[in-house]
T-cell receptor, first 115, second 110 residues
């Protein structure tokens, strides 16, 4: 049963520290997404890649966030420097076209707490 | 105005009852529609896509009204295991990212 994997599952860090989150998409999926979920805002799209090329990062604060896909099996989301308001669950999802729908499969998320 | 709006609930429903959720979306360029389910402290999972003609998957029925920009989900014969948050999701044409509502919390009571 293919799944999206994410590491770490939980991260507690102090304000100002660098945080790197990693995602391994499902093999064969050509599109990878980063979402953030908070109680206040719900789920929001941060950025996404297709065939490893960044297509849209308009949802991401660019001064401190960066997303990359060094190869087809790894996507990273980096926050430097981290701030308390970055505390959230960060989900990676991968997807592919199937029939009439574009299905996305979510990883288990990284729960980030910035103190 | 949020792009996708849902009643947050919670909906407290007795086991075996029928429950319906609604959702409205504001962007007329929305092209694809979905219901996702999210259990507490878990990732969202696709429940079903929503097609213009309406579609059914077992006890679940989804309807789309493009004119009113309205999506619905009906759950028949509800089970305890249906307790979760149901997320209404839209995708704009020409974009791949999904726009999520904040979800409707459903609690099925024995």
């Amino acid at each position: 049963d293919a799944r999206v994997t994410q590491t770490p599952r939980d991260k507690v860090t102090e304000m100002g520290q660098e945080v790197t989150m990693r995602c391994q998409p499902i093999l064969g999926h050509n599109t990878v997404f980063w979402y953030r979920q908070t109680m206040m805002q719900g789920l929001e799209l941060l950025a996404y890649f297709r065939n490893r090329a960044p297509l849209d990062d308009s949802g991401m604060p660019k001064d401190r966030f960066s997303a990359e896909m060094p190869d087809a099996t790894l996507a990273t989301l980096k926050i430097q420097p981290s701030e308390p308001r970055d505390s959230a669950v960060y989900f990676c999802a991968s997807g592919t076209h199937k029939d009439r729908a574009y299905e996305q499969y979510f990883g288990p998320g990284t729960r980030l707490t910035v103190t | 105005r949020k792009e996708v709006e849902q009643d947050p609930g919670p909906f407290n429903v007795p086991e075996g009852a029928t429950v319906a959720f609604n959702c409205t979306y504001s962007n007329s360029a929305s092209q694809s529609f979905f219901w996702y389910r999210q259990d507490c402290r878990k990732e969202p999972k696709l429940l079903m896509s929503v097609y213009s003609s309406g579609n059914e998957d077992g006890r679940f029925t989804a309807q789309l009204n493009r004119a009113s920009q309205y999506i619905s989900l009906l759950i028949r014969d509800s089970k305890l295991s249906d307790s979760a948050t149901y997320l209404c999701v839209v995708k704009r044409g020409g974009a791949d990212g999904l726009t999520f509502g904040k979800g409707t919390h459903l609690i099925i009571q024995p």
